[in-house]
């Protein structure tokens, strides 16, 4: 008896939150097709616009539980990175806020290596507030604004190291292939551009998964695994050199990228 609602009560929770992700996700692309809105906008979730939203769904086990586990691993590996990096004087760029606590764990690894500027972007104004409230301990080290990754307003090759967590898989195509132009651009030459993405699983049954997954909650992921994938759309380009590490079988990737001299 006693198994019997344990059992139930799982999945009563793991549906309850299958259900809330779907609508805030998923349900908000639904809803905006038919509610005209600017169009570089049409495609951001309400979990990532809504404040009260946002603070309800920025819980690191909830962002873990999404990335299957994942997610300390990932953050490591770019907080690893970022310290290899000389930045002093020069200036740093994360391109979109992120939940969990990557954002922390960056300024201070960014800081530490003597950045003479941090700037942190994000289209989304209340994302930047939240963010703020997240990096008390670091006022007065960093700057917020408010920027489309797609038309970012950096000079050329002002930026030796930009961060971009998770955010391409979020953007249509036509978004994804401008943001990265964008990234590309910013990026000082001989400076670094780290990118922590979803990647193609090795494994069959968990790219059909993957399919699965993608298609109900993240539409726009899907070309990630191809031809946007960091690797191939960066060395594609010509004048990047890429480093990949993969996690879980290869559905999850942080990929280093220099731009040549």
Known sequence: MTES???MAFTVLVCTGLGYFFLVTRGALIAHAFVPRAQDRFHVYWVYSNMNLIKFSDRKHWVSAVLLFQYDRLVDKVVSEIRRIP???RTFLMTSCAFGDVMP???NAVVNNGAGSIL???LIKNE???AGKKLNDFQGKFELAEADATHMPHADGSVELN???FLFHELPDASKSLAYQEAMRVTAPGGKLIIAEFHRPRKRILRLLGCL???VFEPFALTMWDQYDPVNYLESNGGWT???SSYCFGNFQVVTATKAT
């Open 87 to 89: 930045l002093q004087g």
């Open 128 to 130: 930047l507030i939240h």
């Open 120 to 122: 942190i972007t994000d």
């Open 213 to 215: 997954y993608f298609t």
């Open 5 to 7: 609602i344990f059992v």
């Open 163 to 165: 961060l971009i967590f």
């Open 242 to 244: 890429c480093q990949r």
């Open 105 to 107: 764990k960056v300024i």
